[in-house]
T-cell receptor
């Protein structure tokens, strides 16, 4: 079945440090890939997504590239801020997006807690 | 984007009792999902609830334990029945909007004693 594996946390960084959170997946077919973020006391929010190989999703300075050859979707940010402290979840939808169709069920990784200190 | 609220936000319950969690969304949506996040673990889909049809349950989850209602396009409930301490989790609902993005509610933190 589908599965997502994230690097174990927690991750603690100083402000302006470089961030990488690794994510690899196993899926049948051609999944769509997502990063969700959960800020303290808030619900999960979609951070970025990629629907086909070599696509790069980006938002709020975060980037992730869909690497089919390594089945990876690593999250990166060049300079983190204290406000980036949150839990980050990698996820996949095993339904390939065909424009106008549902992504349907999401399979999540275990989440990575990021704490950024001033 | 859809705005989702859940009630209650948290509860502490005795084993053997049941709790109904409500999920309200500010716009009409076709697809709603219920997830569970057990302590220290990932989110796991319980069921998909589409208005006008029976909920579709994932492997390991059954209707008798987690009955779901979906009376209209903006509301759904999940009941956790005959609870045991193993049911202690965060329960989240999510909706898929017209742009096919999933938006999540803030979650209901359930503790079963």
């Amino acid at each position: 079945g589908d599965s997502v594996t994230q690097m174990e946390g927690p991750v603690t960084l100083s402000e302006e440090a470089f961030l990488t959170i690794n994510c690899t997946y196993t899926a049948t077919g051609y999944p769509s890939l997502f990063w969700y973020v959960q800020y303290p006391g808030e619900g999960l929010q979609l951070l970025l997504k990629a629907t086909k190989a070599d696509d790069k999703g980006s938002n709020k300075g975060f980037e992730a590239t869909y690497r089919k050859e390594t089945t990876s979707f690593h999250l990166e940010k060049g300079s983190v801020q204290v406000s980036d402290s949150a839990v980050y979840f990698c996820a996949l939808s095993s339904l390939p997006y065909r424009g106008g169709t549902s992504y349907g069920k999401l399979t999540f990784g275990q989440g990575t807690i990021l704490t950024v200190h001033p | 984007s859809a705005v989702i609220s859940q009630k209650p936000s948290r509860d502490i319950c005795q084993r053997g009792t049941s709790l109904t969690i409500q999920c309200q969304v500010d716009s009409q949506v076709t697809m709603m999902f219920w997830y569970r996040q057990q302590p220290g673990q990932s989110l796991t889909l319980i069921a998909t609830a589409n208005q006008g049809s029976e909920a579709t349950y994932e492997s390991g989850f059954v209707i008798d334990k987690f009955p779901i209602s979906r009376p209209n396009l903006t509301f759904s409930t999940l009941t956790v029945s005959n609870m045991s301490p193993e049911d202690s989790s965060i329960y989240l609902c999510s909706v898929e909007d017209k742009g096919h993005e999933q938006f999540f509610g803030p979650g209901t933190r359930l503790t079963v004693l």
